[in-house]
């Protein structure tokens, strides 16, 4: 596919996956880490404007020049913004206006492919189309959660469903040794994947299966909610001060369990892999299963022989910088650097990932106690 023929198909999924949202559903913000898809649409456009159309485009004139304030999320270095809770607060401009900008912004981007841009240039278009692959993630998290928490529990078209677990877990040993971790071919990648070093791993096994919500239930049934010697003290104060005693969007009902899902509200499936889950529970659960998560550098190298895609998994591993890990100069150094204080990684994919957005060296990054990402559990013993 052409770096054209990229941008169109990645432009479109996006106008294609709000295809079944109501007016009303674009602009709402329940809490500060949800962002409306109003706001996504218009941010991943401005990423193009800000960082291609009026850098290197001649006698470009921006949509509106309101936008830039608007739908910057966090880099300094473009200019100030508006502050994240408050971008549900913005009935204007309107939806409709919003895709007059995506239509007006593709139309010129496209003549500006036309023109043969260098290398270099098309690596920052490159990133932006990334870029927006995690904005239309981040999209189903975020309508989820609006939806997930209305009385009526409504839905949108989608395709977003985890498949069950038909064959019982096999343990995958992965032997002592050295190891190298790291992108280490031309394809794209992110800068926190770069800095290929090697890594010493002790013997280890790990599930080539995540956990099921049947086992997530036995650990409910078992009291693990209530046995503060499973949990981080951050993690048990979290759970308290937020009368949390199931995963994301459970709810018990005469004795069962449903959870909402885009298809619907429904009686919890046994054999689907347990998602919505914190760090601070996956913690918790391989505590009471006496195991453990496995590193970020343990799930990198046995992840050749396991499938994975269905959740992002947490791992045991801080955020933090490889060897040798350096900034890009300007915004664009913003991407990923600052972030690299307070956060685990996860890695992996989740059913709500833009087709060929992951690989095995892919970085995800939450803080611990997110649940409304596609997160899950895979056990190491």
Same mark, same amino acid.
């Not at 709000?18 to 500060?32: A, F, H, I, M, R």
């Not at 990423?47 to 936008?67: A, G, R, T």
């Not at 977003?160 to 019982?168: D, K, M, N």
């Not at 022989?305 to 900034?327: D, H, R, V």
């Given at each position: 596919?052409?770096?054209?023929?990229?941008?169109?198909?990645?432009?479109?999924?996006?106008?294609?996956?709000?295809?079944?949202?109501?007016?009303?559903?674009?602009?709402?913000?329940?809490?500060?880490?949800?962002?409306?898809?109003?706001?996504?649409?218009?941010?991943?456009?401005?990423?193009?404007?800000?960082?291609?159309?009026?850098?290197?485009?001649?006698?470009?004139?921006?949509?509106?020049?309101?936008?830039?304030?608007?739908?910057?999320?966090?880099?300094?270095?473009?200019?100030?913004?508006?502050?994240?809770?408050?971008?549900?607060?913005?009935?204007?401009?309107?939806?409709?206006?919003?895709?007059?900008?995506?239509?007006?912004?593709?139309?010129?981007?496209?003549?500006?492919?036309?023109?043969?841009?260098?290398?270099?240039?098309?690596?920052?278009?490159?990133?932006?189309?990334?870029?927006?692959?995690?904005?239309?993630?981040?999209?189903?998290?975020?309508?989820?959660?609006?939806?997930?928490?209305?009385?009526?529990?409504?839905?949108?078209?989608?395709?977003?469903?985890?498949?069950?677990?038909?064959?019982?877990?096999?343990?995958?040993?992965?032997?002592?040794?050295?190891?190298?971790?790291?992108?280490?071919?031309?394809?794209?990648?992110?800068?926190?994947?770069?800095?290929?070093?090697?890594? @010493?791993?002790?013997?280890?096994?790990?599930?080539?299966?995540?956990?099921?919500?049947?086992?997530?239930?036995?650990?409910?049934?078992?009291?693990?909610?209530?046995?503060?010697?499973?949990?981080?003290?951050?993690?048990?104060?979290?759970?308290?001060?937020?009368?949390?005693?199931?995963?994301?969007?459970?709810?018990?009902?005469?004795?069962?369990?449903?959870?909402?899902?885009?298809?619907?509200?429904?009686?919890?499936?046994?054999?689907?892999?347990?998602?919505?889950?914190?760090?601070?529970?996956?913690?918790?659960?391989?505590?009471?299963?006496?195991?453990?998560?496995?590193?970020? @550098?343990?799930?990198?190298?046995?992840?050749?022989?396991?499938?994975?895609?269905?959740?992002?998994?947490?791992?045991?591993?801080?955020?933090?910088?490889?060897?040798?890990?350096?900034?890009?100069?300007?915004?664009?150094?913003?991407?990923?650097?600052?972030?690299?204080?307070?956060?685990?990684?996860?890695?992996?994919?989740?059913?709500?990932?833009?087709?060929?957005?992951?690989?095995?060296?892919?970085?995800?990054?939450?803080?611990?106690?997110?649940?409304?990402?596609?997160?899950?559990?895979?056990?190491?013993?």
């Amino acid at each position: 596919m052409t770096l054209k023929d990229s941008y169109i198909h990645t432009r479109k999924r996006f106008v294609t996956i709000c295809k079944s949202l109501k007016t009303e559903d674009y602009s709402v913000q329940p809490e500060v880490f949800v962002s409306p898809p109003k706001w996504h649409l218009a941010h991943s456009t401005w990423f193009f404007e800000q960082f291609v159309l009026s850098e290197f485009m001649p006698d470009y004139k921006v949509f509106d020049e309101d936008f830039a304030y608007l739908f910057n999320s966090y880099y300094n270095n473009a200019g100030t913004r508006v502050l994240r809770p408050n971008r549900g607060l913005m009935t204007r401009p309107t939806v409709d206006e919003v895709y007059a900008y995506r239509k007006y912004v593709d139309e010129q981007m496209l003549l500006f492919l036309d023109t043969q841009p260098s290398e270099a240039i098309k690596d920052i278009i490159t990133l932006g189309i990334q870029h927006e692959q995690q904005h239309q993630e981040l999209f189903y998290y975020d309508i989820k959660y609006i939806l997930g928490h209305q009385p009526t529990f409504p839905t949108i078209e989608n395709k977003i469903e985890l498949t069950e677990i038909e064959q019982p877990s096999k343990w995958l040993k992965i032997s002592e040794g050295v190891y190298p971790i790291g992108h280490d071919n031309n394809a794209f990648c992110y800068d926190n994947e770069m800095g290929c070093h090697k890594v @010493f791993l002790h013997e280890f096994e790990i599930s080539d299966q995540l956990v099921t919500n049947k086992a997530y239930m036995e650990f409910i049934d078992a009291g693990g909610y209530k046995n503060f010697n499973l949990w981080h003290a951050e993690g048990w104060d979290f759970i308290q001060q937020n009368d949390i005693k199931a995963p994301q969007y459970w709810h018990q009902i005469e004795g069962k369990w449903y959870y909402y899902t885009l298809q619907g509200f429904q009686e919890v499936k046994p054999n689907q892999p347990v998602s919505h889950i914190s760090f601070y529970e996956a913690y918790a659960f391989a505590e009471w299963k006496h195991m453990r998560l496995p590193t970020e @550098f343990e799930w990198e190298i046995a992840s050749k022989q396991f499938p994975y895609g269905q959740l992002w998994e947490w791992t045991n591993s801080a955020y933090l910088p490889y060897p040798n890990f350096s900034k890009a100069p300007g915004a664009l150094g913003e991407y990923n650097g600052k972030f690299m204080i307070n956060q685990m990684v996860l890695r992996g994919a989740s059913v709500a990932t833009a087709e060929g957005h992951s690989r095995p060296t892919y970085r995800n990054f939450f803080h611990p106690e997110m649940r409304w990402q596609f997160s899950g559990i895979r056990l190491v013993k």
